[in-house]
């Protein structure tokens, strides 16, 4: 049966969704840290919890080259005609794996094949592990290409954090301002700009959907809640207020690469055949 046990450890209660291997809800004690939806079947709200691969956030117009070869995606962001947020967030996910060791920790394992298909021609065996114990929730991702050609790749969570007070800190000197097709813009310090969040200061009415980089500290936390990884993995994180996009929480989502990576190239991983590539990150309670 495909079906993810909860997982309860350390004080923290997790369930994940073979849909998307989404995190769809993390509890520590009788607090909610990320916001919570019902697994019915339905489209994910806001692609709340899912791993986006194999890539993060957009692919501008849904058409990339790689290797001298120009490819199409399908345009699943059709009020701006971009390819968003992957190819794995909302397919069903294989559970392969699952172990609980009473109160010390638990995780599962789950599995998906990304297939060849038009615009991405390309195979990947995927595997995330969701693993609980008293530090936190951590979600690895492994990848490795078990085709004939390189593939393009790259990786992050979704998750909608639910913070007890206004409060932000991200250690990144640099912001990637969007346009307002949101796609990279201009790579700016945060210096003298309202996306200073070096040291830990309210959000406010501060309008946040863009990538940070130049990170001092592989975490970000809002109101009680991180998220923690390392930066020589995950050199980016995508910072975007709920309310400015009618959701609510904040969601802060590590990244292998900026927006749009597909077509700038900047830290796009390129997986040669056989080559595997593995990214961690992990919320917890401050």
């Given at each position: 049966?495909?079906?993810?046990?909860?997982?309860?450890?350390?004080?923290?209660?997790?369930?994940?969704?073979?849909r998307?291997?989404?995190?769809?809800?993390?509890?520590?004690?009788?607090?909610?840290?990320?916001?919570?939806w019902?697994?019915?079947?339905?489209?994910?709200?806001?692609y709340?919890?899912a791993?986006?691969?194999?890539w993060?956030?957009?692919?501008?117009?849904?058409?990339?080259?790689?290797?001298?070869?120009?490819?199409?995606?399908?345009?699943?962001?059709?009020?701006?005609?971009?390819?968003?947020?992957g190819?794995?967030?909302?397919a069903?996910?294989?559970v392969?794996?699952?172990?609980?060791v009473e109160?010390?920790?638990?995780?599962?394992?789950?599995?998906?094949?990304?297939?060849?298909?038009?615009?991405?021609?390309?195979?990947?065996?995927?595997q995330?592990?969701?693993?609980?114990?008293?530090?936190?929730?951590t979600?690895?991702?492994?990848?490795?290409?078990t085709?004939?050609?390189?593939?393009?790749?790259?990786?992050?969570p979704?998750p909608w954090?639910?913070?007890?007070?206004?409060?932000l800190?991200?250690?990144?000197?640099?912001?990637?301002?969007a346009?307002?097709?949101?796609l990279?813009a201009e790579?700016v310090?945060?210096?003298?700009?309202?996306?200073?969040?070096?040291?830990?200061?309210?959000?406010?009415?501060?309008a946040?959907?863009?990538?940070?980089?130049?990170?001092?500290?592989?975490e970000?936390?809002?109101?009680?809640?991180?998220?923690?990884?390392?930066?020589?993995?995950l050199?980016?994180?995508q910072?975007?207020?709920?309310?400015?996009?009618?959701?609510?929480?904040?969601?802060?989502?590590?990244?292998?690469?900026?927006?749009?990576?597909?077509?700038?190239?900047?830290?796009?991983?390129?997986?040669?055949?056989?080559d595997e590539?593995?990214?961690?990150w992990?919320?917890?309670?401050?």
């Open positions: 049966m495909n079906v993810c046990p909860p997982l309860e450890a350390g004080g923290y209660t997790a369930e994940v969704s073979p998307g291997a989404a995190l769809r809800l993390l509890r520590h004690g009788s607090r909610d840290l990320v916001t919570t019902e697994d019915s079947g339905g489209p994910i709200p806001y709340a919890g791993i986006l691969a194999p993060p956030n957009r692919v501008g117009g849904a058409r990339y080259t790689f290797g001298g070869v120009p490819y199409e995606l399908e345009v699943t962001e059709p009020e701006r005609g971009h390819a968003l947020h190819l794995v967030s909302a069903e996910w294989r392969v794996e699952h172990l609980a109160d010390d920790h638990a995780f599962v394992r789950l599995a998906h094949t990304v297939a060849p298909a038009p615009g991405y021609p390309f195979t990947l065996e995927l995330v592990k969701h693993h609980l114990d008293a530090s936190g929730l979600t690895t991702v492994t990848a490795r290409n085709g004939q050609e390189a593939a393009p790749y790259g990786v992050g979704h954090l639910l913070p007890d007070a206004d409060e800190e991200i250690p990144a000197s640099q912001v990637l301002l346009d307002a097709a949101m990279p790579l310090d945060v210096a003298g700009t309202p996306y200073d969040f070096r040291k830990p200061r309210a959000v406010g009415r501060t946040i959907d863009h990538a940070f980089t130049g990170l001092s500290a592989g970000a936390s809002a109101g009680g809640v991180r998220v923690s990884w390392d930066p020589a993995v050199p980016w994180v910072v975007c207020v709920g309310e400015q996009v009618g959701y609510h929480g904040l969601a802060i989502e590590p990244m292998t690469c900026p927006p749009d990576a597909f077509n700038s190239g900047t830290d796009l991983v390129v997986l040669q055949p056989g590539h593995a990214a961690s992990t919320i917890s309670v401050v």
